[in-house]
């Protein structure tokens, strides 16, 4: 069947995204396993570290001023480990964002491949989407504030400030799903009610 032919099948496209997002969702568990691991490797002393140690910090002002900074780094050991775990977390963090939003994505898609698209469970399950894409837009920017404060400690730059921001297109988008997690809801109840009415 060609593509057209997918696409004007609703069904069959649900589907075959539904077969992607299953394979993603391995990756992501894969992800992270992987990363836990590293995690427990630098916990236990391992002489592997994310970072060079003689790395010189690019301070990144906007989106496209960049200034190479050449300052001796403060009590390197003990910092470059928190700054390892720190950065592996919030990797962890991202890839557990990541792994909720595919799977519920997926259970929809297949109750749309099924041809049940005001399935009960849909309405929690696109709520969950929104809720985890909200506390990212809240979490996501801390982490990024977390992780340059430390720099800016690590290499001695306490003189440039950085300040927390959320971020307003993951709210947005997360709103806008709980509008749609509220219009599957009330599309359940409406199929509810025809269901018993024939």
Sequence with gaps: MSLLGRINNPEKLAGIIAKYLTFLNVLIIVLIVLSVVSCVRIVMGSDISIWE??????????????????APVVDGGSKSLSRD????????????VVLV???SSRAVLRSVAEKR?????????????????IVSGFLSPWLTYFLTRHELKLY????FSIRYRPDGNSISLGLLLLVLAGVFAYGCQLQQEIGKTI
């Design 53 to 70: 140690p003689e790395m010189n910090p690019v301070l990144s002002l906007g989106n496209g001023i960049r200034y190479l900074v050449d």
């Design 117 to 133: 698209p005001f399935d009960q469970e849909n309405p929690k399950r696109i709520r969950n989407i929104a809720v985890v894409v």
């Design 156 to 159: 001695n730059l306490e003189v």
């Design 101 to 103: 939003v595919i799977r």
């Design 85 to 96: 775990l720190a950065t592996i977390v919030g990797l962890i963090i991202f890839e557990v």
